[in-house]
Nanobody, 113 residues
Framework: AQLVESGGGLVQPGGSLRLSCVAS????SAWDMRWFRQAAGKERE????????????NYSDSVKGRFIISRDNAKRTVYLEMNSLQTEDTAVYYC???????WGQGTQVTVSS
């Protein structure tokens, strides 16, 4: 089983990015998926969760109203659309299969002017 994230980069405050996470090696459509982030010197934080069929979505208070999680089961991909980015959003972002120890390698997001 493998997860590969992409889409990170450097963006100015107020900007947007879209992260992608492509899954392989397991039945993607059967599992809830999550995005986490970890800033330097801080613990890993759950950012968003999406149910297996995509109907249920939950967000941390810190990103609610700015980030959108979605998935395309046919493409075995989960997305995180990040809008109105703030310097506090700077972190390495990871996708994860909920309830399983399957993690991607992470993608760096840096918000800076």
């Amino acid at each position: 089983a493998q997860l590969v994230e992409s889409g990170g980069g450097l963006v100015q405050p107020g900007g947007s990015l879209r992260l992608s996470c492509v899954a392989s090696g397991f039945i993607f459509s059967a599992w809830d998926m999550r995005w986490f982030r970890q800033a330097a010197g801080k613990e890993r934080e759950l950012v968003a969760l999406i149910s297996s069929e995509g109907r249920r979505k939950n967000y941390s208070d810190s990103v609610k109203g700015r980030f959108i999680i979605s998935r395309d089961n046919a493409k075995r991909t989960v997305y995180l659309e990040m809008n109105s980015l703030q310097t506090e959003d700077t972190a390495v972002y990871y996708c994860n299969v909920a309830g399983r120890g399957i993690w991607g390698q992470g993608t760096q997001v840096t918000v800076s002017s």
